[in-house]
């Protein structure tokens, strides 16, 4: 038998075993580039600070703000309308001006019932005379009447002695019945006939009040918002020809959360932030709260009357109204901008020998870009925020580099 060939040796292990050893050596090197990222990473954030900028904590007066965002409205308005319907023929005043009491605002057609008015008052006149008519009729009945009784009083007295026919009284009786009846008669067509004029001079009354109706006037000083009818219009009783509003009370219905309905109270001072003035603020005052939350966004209404406008308003606009619910003259305080929340808590970052040091808070009094801490800082404490907001958050122990920035003041108080 043949003996076993051993198998021949070849190039391909030593090959193998090169590029294993080559694969080994990358991957290495790629772990190497990971730690050395991961300590380059772990140094930037522990070693090397952060630029941030500082704000030294300072004593000053605290005001606490109920915010709330509404529209400015009138609290006594009227829709300016006629009574009847006709046809506008003027309308003498446009949007933006000022009317008083009882000043003509627009006028409509009144040539029919001017005519009806005329046809009353000839009515009128007919039953005047008319009154007159009976009332001369009644006189003539009544001297008759008073010759029947004389000639029945004479005759009966001549039948007393026997000097006169019973047929002659018994004709002075007749005529004298006559004679009473044509006075209550006459009495009875003159109640008629003043019956008739009165029923005529309230039907010129009624009709002088319709006419009287075409000429619309404003119920009580203040300035027209707006205008919805021309000349040439027709209107009907309630048809809207132009909006009144009284500027003695226009309000701010501003919506406030319902969180804050504790804090809150009539006349409580407030100030007005008008969107077209966002620089300025009007003194105003609650003058009544709302008792209905709305079941959505869960914000009720709160009134606040403004004392003072722009010079140029209009109902309707938009407004922010910040309301007074607390004031401290002497606390530490801190801008709102640099309170920190962790974990449901309230804090800040004090620097501390080159570092962030996390402190909680206590807060007091809150306004719109101030608070009060009750505890956990003092006067002195500089308190840091990261120089750049789009570096994210600071971490405690990280080292900061507070940053040379020009002194900023808390603009939340108000005098």
Known sequence: MAEAQAPLPTAVGPAKACGSWRRGVWRAIRWAVVVAGAAGAAYWVWFSPAPVTAHVVQRGEVVAEVMGTGTLESHVGATISPKISGLVTAVLVDQGDRVEPGQVLARLDDSDLSRQVEVVESTLGAANAAVERQKADRARALAVLDQARFDYDRIENLVKQNTAATTEFQEATKALRVAE???????????????????????LEFQKAKLADTVVRAPFAGLIARRDRDPGDVVMP???VLLLVSTDELWISAWVDETEMTRLEPNQPAHVVFRSEPGRSYPGEVARLGREVDRET???????????????WAVGQRAEVYIETGRKADAVR?????????????????????????????????????VEVTAGLKTGDRVVAPANPQSGALKPGQRVAVEPTPRR?????RP
Do not use: H
């Not at 808590?345 to 206590?362: D, I, K, T």
């Open 181 to 203: 009846a044509d006075v209550a008669r006459a009495d009875a067509a003159l109640v008629e006939v003043q019956k008739q004029v009165i029923a005529a001079e309230k039907t």
């Open 238 to 240: 309630g048809g809207s």
């Open 298 to 312: 869960r914000e009720f209404l709160v009134d606040v009357r403004v004392r003072e406008l722009p010079g140029n």
């Open 334 to 370: 801190l801008p709102t901008r640099l309170v920190v929340w962790r974990d449901g808590q309230s804090g800040a970052f004090v620097e501390g020998s080159g570092r962030a040091v996390w402190r909680p808070l206590q807060l007091g009094l809150r306004g719109r870009e101030v």
């Open 409 to 413: 003041e808390p603009a939340g108080v």
